[in-house]
């Protein structure tokens, strides 16, 4: 008797905390993107650096414009630089 309701409470159990954790990774990865936006607009406005972190490289810049999907980034190397919004790992401002 305590084997099948350990079995029905472990079936019952294992969807409801995979479902919570989807939705809570869900909702970090919504929080994040919004964090991103709002360090983009601050450097497009302000014209302040960022540096952003895209697949273990480092980029340098100064936001010129932000699409739907990518950012236009100058440094002073490059007078643009296009980045893919989905590429970014992390961005980090002074």
Request: hydrophobic share 45%; glycine share 6%; no cysteine.
């Amino acid at each position: 008797m305590g084997q099948p309701t350990a079995l029905r409470l472990l079936f019952t159990a294992f969807p409801l905390a995979v479902a919570l954790t989807i939705s809570n990774v869900a909702g970090v990865s919504a929080q994040s993107s919004q964090s991103f936006r709002e360090l983009l607009d601050r450097s497009e406005k302000e014209r302040k650096g960022l540096m952003f972190y895209v697949k273990g490289q480092t980029i340098p810049g100064v936001v010129i414009k932000i699409n739907a999907d990518t950012v236009e980034v100058r440094n002073q190397t490059y007078g643009r630089v296009v980045i893919r919004l989905d590429s970014i790992d992390a961005v980090a401002i002074n």
